[in-house]
């Protein structure tokens, strides 16, 4: 089964607007951390937010906010008001831990589209 | 800052040369991991490893192997470099802690096998 789900491959949201990144996530552990990156078309790995399984607070990191939804296990990231410069790769991911070692685990992605 | 160098951005093989792809970060991370990244299949995990000499394989570990000799560095190896090999490549580090917050990433090598 996939451990991370993202079923959106591409998205358009017009500049200003607010969108919404879908994620599902599968695990059995109790101990787990979100995580929300951005891809530019240059290629390197942006960390944009993270939510701890335990966290009660939805985390927020300026813009972008992680509606965790912890019975539903999804993790949906929420970008306001939309700039040209969000244009890209969004990746959501998992940090499952294992006795000494840290395991991670990636969706496909949504491409993202701000027009002007 | 956390900086994770790979040896190369851009690499282009043919078919059967042995790879070597290398990945160094400098913030004594125990965790490292080798990414391949292809158009609708996301980051698959190939390798990673927990300490020096210690190695774990990912999803997606055939044809690659690993090596881990000192703490700063992580090198993927191709034995065998085949044109489905043909992909980017991403290294990344991260602390050993259940709060650790993220991976810190290379810059990515898109390797073409010819």
């Known amino acids: 089964a996939q451990k991370i789900t993202q079923t959106q491959p591409g998205m358009f949201v017009q500049e200003k607007e607010a969108v919404t990144l879908d994620c599902t996530y599968d695990?059995?552990?109790?101990?787990?951390?979100l995580f929300w990156y951005k891809q530019p078309s240059s290629g390197e790995m942006i960390f944009l937010i993270y939510?701890?399984?335990?966290?009660?607070q939805n985390a927020t990191e300026g813009r972008y906010s992680l509606n965790f939804q912890k019975a539903r296990k999804s993790a949906n990231l929420v970008i306001s008001a939309s700039q040209l410069g969000d244009s890209a790769m969004y990746f959501c991911?998992?940090?499952?831990?294992?006795?000494?070692?840290?395991?991670?685990?990636f969706g496909s992605g949504t491409k993202l589209n701000v027009k002007p | 800052d956390v900086k994770v160098t790979q040896s190369s951005r851009y690499l282009v093989k043919r078919t059967g040369e042995k790879v070597f792809l290398e990945c160094v970060q400098d913030?004594?991370?125990?965790?490292m991991f080798w990414y391949r990244q292809d158009p609708g299949l996301g980051l698959r995990l190939i390798y990673f490893?927990?300490?020096?000499?210690?190695?774990e394989k990912g999803d997606i570990p055939e044809g690659y192997s690993v090596s881990r000799e000192k703490k700063e560095r992580f090198s993927l190896i191709l034995e065998s470099a085949s044109t489905n090999q043909t992909s980017m490549y991403l290294c990344?580090?991260?602390?050993?802690?259940?709060?650790?917050?993220?991976?810190?990433f290379g810059p990515g090598t898109r390797l073409t096998v010819t």
């Open positions: 990344a580090s991260s602390l050993i802690s259940p709060n650790s917050y993220e991976q810190y």
């Open positions: 695990t059995s552990d109790q101990s787990y951390g």
């Open positions: 939510q701890g399984s335990y966290d009660e």
């Open positions: 991911a998992m940090r499952e831990g294992r006795y000494n070692f840290n395991k991670f685990y």
């Open positions: 913030m004594d991370h125990e965790n």
């Open positions: 490893s927990y300490d020096v000499k210690m190695k």
